[in-house]
Each structure stands twice: as structure tokens, then as C-alpha cells.
T-cell receptor, first 114, second 112 residues
Framework: DSGVTQTPKHLITATGQRVTLRCSPR?????VYWYQQSLDQGLQFLIQYYNGEERAKGNILERFSAQQFPDLHSELNLSSLELGDSALYFC?????????????FGPGTRLTVL | SQQGEEDPQALSIQEGENATMNCSYKTSINNLQWYRQNSGRGLVHLILIRSNEREKHSGRLRVTLDTSKKSSSLLITASRAADTASYFCATEKNSGYSTLTFGKGTMLLVSP
């Protein structure tokens, strides 16, 4: 158990809908990262937050947004969902922003868009 | 685009044998990390090797890094059935940000 929790575990929804994925980092970690894992694209970095502020952006679509709240939990919002958004979404956390900080991954949310 | 590319895509061995996975990357890096993922679950950090290191050990794991060839290898010695998983290399570019770029992974199957 990494100490990172994600809810829900599974999510099934229809195209055009909007969903919110939630992540609670390990106690004491200030950085939260979101990743998307799909069969064709592999594991891709989406976005990073550090202590409530956006820190780095990866391959995140404009239809997706995220935020980190004062209690450090984070939410990833996916809107106008398309079939291709079906994937595993992982959250990871680390102590800070140093490149030597280990990222601890949550168990993921499996999103299925029908 | 993927920074790291693992080779082979899949590897099947018997318990007790050694498993070697390779990773190649394209741009200069601060460090390279290896992660393990059991089927459909979260990734587990295995080991980090810095760009100024050539070799690192952790238990049954041995990682090498050749920055001139932009490649790394992960060796798992005396493999066990519990080592069955996908293994990913992830690179941290010299960008000032602690973000990782993952390869597509090597699927390792260890048969009893």
C-alpha cells in the first residue's frame, strides 16, 4: 500500500459526460501528479501540483482540468468525454519537487466511456 | 512521445533464471527510474539511478546506465513467480521539473 488513495476505483459513463476523479496524497507529501495509462499511448504525464499551485503540465487535453485543494487532495475533472478517454488514471504523490523525490502511485481509477 | 523505450516488449522465463530488460531514451536526463506494475494496479518504484552513476544495486535488482548510449538495463537475478509484472523505465529530463516520462514497458512472466 503506497498511502495514496484514489476514488472511485471504477467509473463507467457515456460520451459527452463529465466526471471527477479524486486523489489523496500520502501524509506529508505536497506534490500530486496525474497520469493517464492507455493501451495505445502508454503511461503519460498529465499535470503536477505542488502545495496548491500548478507546477508542470504534460499532455493534458483542454477538456481536462485539475486542482489541488488546501488539504492537499486533488481532483481531475474530465469533460465532454470521448471513447478515447477510456483509460486508467493514476495519481502519484511525492514530498516535494526535487528530481530525487520518489513518486508513490495510487491504485488508479479505471474509466470506461461507452 | 515516449522518452523511454523498453526492450523486449515481453519476456518469459523460468523461476530461478535472470531477467534483463533494456531501456533507451532520447534526450539528456537528470535520472532514470524503474517501476513495476502488477496487472492493472498502481506502479511501484524500484530504483533510481542518477545521470552521474553507472551502476546501482538493490536486493536482487541491478541497474546500469550508459549516458553515452542513452540506455539503461534492469537485471533481476534469481527471479520468482512474484516478479511477474510489467516493468517501466521513466526518465526525468533536465528541465527543472520533477516530471517523469515513461516507456511502454516490458511484460515479464516468470513461470514456476
Amino acid at each position: 500500500d503506497s498511502g495514496v488513495t484514489q476514488t472511485p476505483k471504477h467509473l463507467i459513463t457515456a460520451t459527452g459526460q463529465r466526471v471527477t476523479l479524486r486523489c489523496s496524497p500520502r501524509s506529508g507529501d505536497l506534490s500530486v501528479y496525474w497520469y493517464q495509462q492507455s493501451l495505445d499511448q502508454g503511461l503519460q504525464f498529465l499535470i503536477q501540483y505542488y502545495n496548491g499551485e500548478e507546477r508542470a503540465k504534460g499532455n493534458i487535453l483542454e477538456r481536462f482540468s485539475a486542482q489541488q485543494f488546501p488539504d492537499l487532495h486533488s481532483e481531475l475533472n474530465l469533460s465532454s468525454l470521448e471513447l478515447g478517454d477510456s483509460a486508467l488514471y493514476f495519481c502519484a504523490s511525492s514530498v516535494g519537487t526535487s528530481d530525487s523525490d520518489t513518486q508513490y502511485f495510487g491504485p488508479g481509477t479505471r474509466l470506461t466511456v461507452l | 512521445s515516449q522518452q523511454g523505450e523498453e526492450d523486449p516488449q515481453a519476456l518469459s522465463i523460468q523461476e530461478g533464471e535472470n531477467a534483463t530488460m533494456n531501456c533507451s531514451y532520447k534526450t539528456s536526463i537528470n535520472n532514470l527510474q524503474w517501476y513495476r506494475q502488477n496487472s492493472g494496479r498502481g506502479l511501484v518504484h524500484l530504483i533510481l539511478i542518477r545521470s552521474n552513476e553507472r551502476e546501482k544495486h538493490s536486493g536482487r535488482l541491478r541497474v546500469t546506465l550508459d549516458t553515452s548510449k542513452k540506455s539503461s538495463s534492469l537485471l533481476i537475478t534469481a527471479s520468482r513467480a512474484a516478479d511477474t509484472a510489467s516493468y517501466f523505465c521513466a526518465t526525468e529530463k533536465n528541465s527543472g521539473y520533477s516530471t517523469l516520462t515513461f516507456g511502454k514497458g516490458t511484460m515479464l512472466l516468470v513461470s514456476p
